[in-house]
């Protein structure tokens, strides 16, 4: 297999100010696999509970995921995630988190898992993405996280992020790891933890990108109909992480691959929030991928002219 990734799988019920659901299926793993699925081969590690059913699991098989190491919890309840958006899209509320199996739960990541040679540390416990990464042989390894884990786990999760290549975050996450104010400075101090590639996700607006060699960014693509952004996120990070992988093989690295990761990573992301849940992603086609990359460079294109006056 070439990219693993282990986060939550799970059940969420959202409101926007566009429409509510009730356990639609979710969760970081989830989101980040269905995006990668269309760039690379993907597994799934994670366990789930007794109300995560067949019709559940198709939709990831579906998309040609490998689900052998999501582990059923006899007994158990999949995790549980509550929450709302205000007007600001941007700023997702918890209501309820309910960790049900995740809070026992020990990984055990197969041999297929084991020798990917890419790993997505979801946001999960930081204990838990540690565990995971002492079992994988990946050359490159990413994580994510979020501002509950800040709070609560901070000496885990610095010490998760000085195991990894890779930092994905939202930039008020960045700033309220580092304490730093100025995004700039806040990659630069979490660089300084381990990681030498830092991306700053920010929401609507696009995403930054930090590495030893400078920095690059983006915005976001324009969408006028954005109906519900749980997961753009993990979207992201599955179209960015699913092309490194795949141009990987191909013996693609370095800076250019990383931005054009970058304007993966927010296509993706972009077919995301269009509509609730998993819906639009899992049903996207590759034509539809392709002809948002087009837009997305002309949007962002612009030839330098001098001034003239
Ligand atoms: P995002 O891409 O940041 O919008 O992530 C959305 C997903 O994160 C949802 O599908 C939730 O199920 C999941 N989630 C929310 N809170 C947590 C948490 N504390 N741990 C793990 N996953 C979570």
């Not at 696999?33 to 699991?57: I, Y």
């Not at 995790?79 to 995740?102: C, E, I, K, P, S």
């Not at 008020?172 to 990659?187: D, F, G, I, K, S």
């Not at 983006?218 to 990070?237: C, H, K, M, N, Q």
């Amino acid at each position: 297999m070439a990219l693993t990734v282990v986060g939550s799988i799970a059940f969420d019920s959202v409101r926007t100010p566009f429409g509510e659901r009730e356990r639609m299926l979710g969760g970081s793993a989830v989101h980040f696999a269905l995006a990668a699925s269309f760039f690379t081969d993907v597994c799934v590690v994670g366990p789930v509970g007794d109300d995560f059913g067949e019709e559940h699991l198709a939709v990831l098989s579906e998309r040609g995921i490998a689900t052998d190491d999501i582990e059923h919890v006899a007994g158990g309840k999949t995790f549980f995630w509550r929450g709302h958006y205000d007007h600001d899209m941007n700023v997702a509320h918890t209501d309820d988190t309910q960790l049900n199996v995740f809070a026992d739960f020990q990984p055990k990541l197969s041999p297929e898992s084991c020798g990917s040679q890419m790993l997505f540390l979801g946001n999960i416990q930081p204990e838990l993405q540690r565990d995971v990464r002492r079992q994988s042989a990946a050359s490159f390894a990413a994580l994510d996280s979020m501002n509950l884990w800040i709070d609560t786990a901070r000496d885990s999760l610095v010490a998760a992020i000085g195991e990894v290549e890779c930092v994905l975050l939202n930039d008020a996450e960045l700033r309220m790891l580092t304490e730093q104010p100025n995004l700039v400075h806040a990659a630069r101090a979490t660089m300084e933890l381990g990681p030498e590639v830092i991306v700053a996700k920010r929401g609507e607006y696009g995403a930054a990108l930090f590495t030893g060699e400078g920095m690059f960014a983006i915005p976001g693509l324009l969408i006028e109909d954005v109906r519900d952004p749980t997961g753009a996120g993990d979207s992201f990070a599955g179209g960015f992480l699913g092309y490194l992988d795949a141009v990987r093989i191909a013996g693609e690295h370095g800076e250019r691959a990383l931005r054009q990761a970058m304007a993966y990573g927010s296509v993706m992301a972009s077919f995301n929030v269009e509509d609730f849940g998993t819906e639009r992603v899992a049903s996207l086609t590759e034509g539809e991928i392709a002809e948002r990359l087009s837009e997305f460079k002309r949007l962002t294109h612009f030839e330098e002219a001098p001034i003239v006056r």
